[in-house]
């Protein structure tokens, strides 16, 4: 059984920063994406960011870019999300995910097949 457990969620200020973090534990798997996605109270669950192993490319949704870096310690089995410049508008609760399938369309949540419980991260202004 392929666990992933997040950490790092929190309460900041608007322009604070935050670092979640994605372990996966259990059954050693070969994921081919993992990705951070997040979800508003009484929104949809939304694409953030996803890191693709073989080529080491990394995505991330317009809002987000240039104030969010995801990356992995393969060393660790952990994923991370560095939010900086951080908006109210991206308090949601954050979810890690990942996949073993190839050629996924990473920013979909149903191509995912493993979840974490979520981290609530709250930005104040």
């Known amino acids: 059984q392929v666990q992933l457990v997040e950490s790092g969620g929190g309460l900041v200020q608007a322009g604070g920063s935050l670092r979640l973090s994605c372990a996966d534990s259990?059954?050693?798997?070969?994921?081919?994406?993992m990705g951070w996605f997040r979800q508003a109270p009484g929104k949809e669950r939304e694409f953030v960011s996803a890191?693709?192993?073989?080529?080491?490319?990394?995505h991330y949704t317009d809002s987000v870019k240039g104030r969010f870096t995801i990356s992995r310690d393969n060393a660790k089995n952990t994923m991370y999300l560095q939010m900086n410049s951080l908006k109210p508008e991206d308090t949601a609760v954050y979810y890690c995910?990942?996949?073993?399938?190839?050629?996924?369309?990473?920013?979909?949540?149903?191509?995912?097949?493993?979840w974490g419980q979520g981290t609530q991260v709250t930005v104040s202004s």
């Open positions: 259990g059954r050693t798997f070969s994921w081919y994406a």
């Open positions: 995910a990942a996949s073993p399938r190839y050629y996924i369309d990473y920013g979909m949540p149903k191509e995912y097949d493993y």
């Open positions: 890191i693709i192993r073989t080529s080491g490319n990394t």
